[in-house]
């Protein structure tokens, strides 16, 4: 059973793996995609602060977590220095809501935000990885001309 299944991940690892790799990126683009439209949109509310971090200066590399009320449901949102500083110490704070009122993007969030760049390299990185093999052959076979 290990034999094979190492026998699997020797031929099959780098495909999956490429695989895989599209598919997260493709979820990337697709938040992405959604915080465009919610900007475009421009349906501003008010959502009420439920929770914000104790400091804005010392959030770390990956921001603080933000609870925020609207529509009779709590988001967790994480964010930057900036937006902390948008929420401290403030009882509501204007967002950006969709036509179903289910998502809230906070108002500079995507133009913060390089999702959908970030996304189309990891797809790009995840095809070339998925395909190296064709790559490599094409690659063997022009220098044969």
């Known amino acids: ?14 495909k999956v793996g490429g695989i895989f790799m599209v598919l997260v990126s493709l979820l990337v683009i697709r ?3 959604i915080k465009k439209k919610i900007t475009e949109e421009n349906r501003i509310v008010s959502a009420k602060v ?8 010392n ?16 988001f967790v949102k994480n964010g930057n220095r ?16 969709n036509l179903k ?6 108002l500079n969030e995507y133009e913060n ?11 790009l990185i995840g095809l070339v ?5 064709k790559i490599k052959s094409l690659l063997k076979w022009n220098s044969k001309k």
């Open 50 to 57: 439920l929770e914000t971090p104790l400091d804005c200066d």
């Open 129 to 133: 990885i998925t395909f190296i093999d």
């Open 59 to 74: 959030l770390g590399r990956r921001g603080g977590y933000y609870k925020l009320e609207f529509n009779g449901k709590v």
């Open 82 to 97: 900036l937006i902390c500083e948008q929420v401290f110490g403030k009882e509501s704070v204007d967002v950006l809501t």
């Open 31 to 33: 938040n992405g995609v």
């Open 101 to 106: 009122k289910d998502k809230i993007v906070f």
């Open 1 to 14: 059973m290990k034999t094979k299944t190492l026998t699997f991940l020797n031929k099959y690892g780098l």
């Open 113 to 123: 935000s390089n999702d959908i760049l970030y996304g189309t390299l990891l797809v």
